[in-house]
């Protein structure tokens, strides 16, 4: 980890929680190919079925519909994965540093206004698809800062940054 001069002013090292930007993608490619899917199949379905009323309009609006759903869901995950591409959070002893896409931005807990969590609704694979558990740090900037769990440990993450800006219980570090 390379630390810059403003990330020691934040005391010593605490650990790391780094966004899986892959899998994001990963994702993406896999809506985008369940939308292609869908839609070359149905588009021509669709075409043929024109002054019908047997079962294939509804089968063709279907696959129509999971076309639409993957393109869309795809094109966010895409866009999501690109616009977090090396996302991290470094915790320090006074405070945290966020990076992402080359750029660090030094947070000291005086500078969080609010944490709040949300997770664990019980949904089947909701954390494998990054929508289950969700972590915001707002700023007394107003700017937010959202967490999903394409973040390793993100519970642990807004317990941290929880108990430092709200109980006043600071990190510990273990390194330099």
Avoid: K
Avoid at 45 to 56: C, R
Avoid at 143 to 164: M, Q
């Amino acid at each position: 980890m390379r630390r810059t001069e403003a990330a020691r002013q934040l005391g010593r090292f605490v650990r790391e929680h780094r966004t899986d930007g892959a899998r994001r993608l990963r994702q993406a490619g896999i809506w985008l190919i369940a939308g292609a899917a869908g839609t070359a199949v149905g588009l021509p379905m669709a075409i043929a079925s024109v002054g019908t009323t047997d079962g294939a309009p509804e089968l063709a609006g279907l696959l129509l519909g999971i076309g639409l759903m993957g393109w869309g869901l795809g094109i966010w995950r895409l866009v999501q994965a690109l616009r977090t591409r090396e996302q991290c959070f470094d915790i320090h002893e006074r405070g945290f540093t966020h990076r992402v896409a080359g750029t660090a931005t030094v947070i000291s807990w005086g500078d969080v206004a609010q944490v709040s969590t949300t997770g664990g609704d019980g949904r089947p694979l909701a954390d494998a698809r990054g929508m289950g558990s969700t972590c915001e740090i707002q700023l007394h900037s107003g700017r937010r800062i959202r967490v999903d769990a394409f973040t390793e440990d993100i519970r642990e993450l807004a317990a941290v940054v929880h108990r430092a800006v709200h109980l006043g219980q600071f990190p510990q570090g273990r390194g330099r």
